[in-house]
């Protein structure tokens, strides 16, 4: 198993934890780094072409551009599995990385109540 399915996996299993229903449509945000403000303006118009909203600004230590997605989506593995796999291939093929996403789970279950680190499906016996 790759070290991106599970990150992904991970992920979602916290969001469970903490209430969120990855069952249905929500808002995920995705973190693509490309070193030039021109490619990044590329990158930002491939994926508005599918359907993602798009704002490009410089990256947080001023060396990359971040292209900063969003779009409604139900976050299953095999999903959030393909995209993270498009984001990969198109942030290299720019010189820049697919950074992963997130989403916010606002209003679902209780929030303080973080997720048992010794319950992570990471540390379970195989």
């Not at 209430?19 to 990044?40: C, L, N, Q």
């Not at 599995?81 to 093929?93: K, M, P």
Request: hydrophobic share 30%; charged share 30%; aromatic share 10%.
């Amino acid at each position: 198993m790759g070290a991106a399915r599970r990150a992904n996996e991970r992920v979602l299993y916290h969001l469970r934890r903490l209430g969120a229903d990855v069952s249905k449509p929500r808002e995920v945000e995705f973190f693509i780094y490309i070193p030039t403000e021109e490619g990044a303006y590329r990158v930002a118009a491939e994926l508005q072409k599918e359907g993602y909203d798009m704002q490009v600004s410089p990256g947080a230590r001023g060396e990359q551009w971040l292209c900063f997605a969003t779009k409604t989506i139900v976050p299953s593995l095999d999903e959030m599995n393909r995209i993270g796999e498009h984001f990969t291939n198109l942030a290299e093929s720019y010189g820049g990385n697919y950074d992963g996403w997130g989403t916010g789970i606002e209003g679902e279950g209780d929030e303080g109540d973080l997720p048992d680190e010794s319950e992570d499906p990471d540390d379970q016996a195989t």
